[in-house]
């Protein structure tokens, strides 16, 4: 494929039909999206000629999190209106549950969002979770590289309703809202593990309902019990990170300034600061805030929170030592699709056949297969 046929420029200028064109190949694994998405990143475009200024790594990427009904559709329909007040470009990723039998989505959370269809600032994309668990696309990953690399300032990425275990999110995004709201059932559901430990920033929607204050003091309630306990969550370390920068905790290697190692952090040494509307004055806890989406309410100060945490992370240093984690995680995974699909292979299928065979017929056990098939794949064992 050569530039004429894909111009990486019009991508990089904020196409939305080229944009469009290259995330569709992203959902279906098309090859051709490779050297295309190589010449986003690598500052050159497909012809090889002199390297272009690459702005890839500068949006803030958002995601919004919950279970279903939420609200997560219109809260993000109003952050868009938001930002899009600020003169910010903004993308839009709705992950949409897939049809079990034609693989479809629905894509509603389009529909909720036509009023942006024609600001060419906005680009908004469904993307259907074909099968995928945790709240999340395999192609939402690469679909954000995209955005990113075509210049938008802020990306929304949408997840299907969770539970309490889909945490993919926390692999893509620089911020995460975590959506709750009044009238979900058992109190105890708001502290389990899991969701509640991934957030950044807390917002009960639909507030204008009865128990939405119960819902704030139990969602407060649990955060506080996390930073008295020491728990490890999503914000404990970069609340370390910002105290020591602050010079609100003890530290012997650390001048002010400098961007925090986060190696060198002392869990149990760092002391919370003070928050307004704690129930314990001595500690600080992530924003908890109550919106109502229908009518906008709570949705700027919403955006401040994002924009400020935002902040925080570049001070810290956060936001390079979690992109890194994520691309980390990211290889790891396309690593392990592709380990999958070479045993899909005949070659492969037919020593997966007969290594399953001489287990059964105890010429050999499990363990001796398993690293018999490691070594055939060409990869160092690690059996414990």
């Given at each position: 494929m050569n530039n004429s046929a894909f111009p990486v420029d019009k991508i990089r200028s904020g196409n939305t039909r080229h944009i469009a064109r290259l995330i569709s190949m992203v959902e279906n694994e098309a090859p051709d999206r490779i050297p295309v998405l190589q010449a986003l990143y690598n500052k050159g475009d497909l012809d090889d000629k002199a390297p272009l200024q690459n702005q890839a790594g500068k949006a803030h990427v958002i995601g919004i999190t919950g279970p279903p009904g939420s609200g997560k559709s219109t809260l993000t329909d109003k952050i868009v209106l938001e930002l899009r007040a600020m003169d910010e470009k903004v993308a839009v990723?709705?992950?949409?549950?897939?049809?079990?039998?034609?693989?479809?989505?629905?894509?509603?959370?389009?529909?909720?969002?036509?009023r942006h269809a024609t600001d060419e600032s906005v680009y908004i994309r469904s993307l259907a979770t074909r099968g995928h668990l945790g709240g999340l696309s395999q192609a939402v990953a690469e679909s954000v590289r995209v955005l990113d690399a075509a210049g938008f300032d802020t990306i929304i990425v949408e997840t299907v309703g969770v539970g309490q275990s889909e945490v993919d999110i926390v692999r893509c995004a620089d911020t995460i809202i975590l959506v709750s709201v009044p009238g979900l059932g058992d109190d105890i559901q708001t502290i389990k593990a899991g969701v509640m430990e991934i957030g950044d920033i807390f917002v009960v929607n639909k507030a204008d309902k009865d128990g939405a204050e119960r819902v704030i003091r139990e969602t407060r309630a649990m955060?506080?019990?996390?930073?008295?306990?020491?728990?490890?969550?999503?914000?404990?370390?970069?609340?370390?990170?910002?105290?020591?920068?602050?010079?609100?905790?003890?530290?012997?290697?650390?001048?002010?300034?400098?961007?925090?190692?986060?190696?060198?952090?002392?869990?149990?040494?760092?002391?919370h600061i003070a928050a307004q509307g704690s129930v314990h004055s001595n500690l600080e806890i992530p924003p908890v805030l109550s919106t109502v989406a229908e009518t906008g309410d709570g949705i700027r100060e919403l955006v401040n929170e994002c924009q400020s945490h935002a902040r925080d992370l570049e001070t810290t240093g956060f936001k390079f030592l979690r992109r890194r984690e994520n691309i980390a995680w990211e290889l790891k995974n396309a690593l392990s699709r592709q380990m999958h699909k070479e045993l899909e292979n005949s070659e492969a299928s037919t020593l997966l056949s007969d290594l399953a065979?001489?287990?059964?017929?105890?010429?050999?056990?499990?363990?001796?297969a398993l690293e018999r098939l490691t070594k055939a794949m060409k990869l160092k064992a690690f059996i414990n």
């Open positions: 990723l709705a992950v949409d549950p897939s049809s079990p039998f034609s693989g479809g989505a629905i894509l509603g959370d389009r529909i909720r969002m036509q955060l506080e019990t996390a930073v008295t306990n020491r728990s490890k969550t999503r914000f404990s370390e970069l609340f370390m990170a910002r105290a020591q920068l602050k010079g609100n905790t003890a530290s012997d290697d650390h001048e002010s300034g400098q961007t925090v190692n986060r190696a060198n952090f002392d869990q149990g040494a760092f002391h065979k001489s287990v059964i017929e105890t010429e050999i056990d499990f363990y001796d």
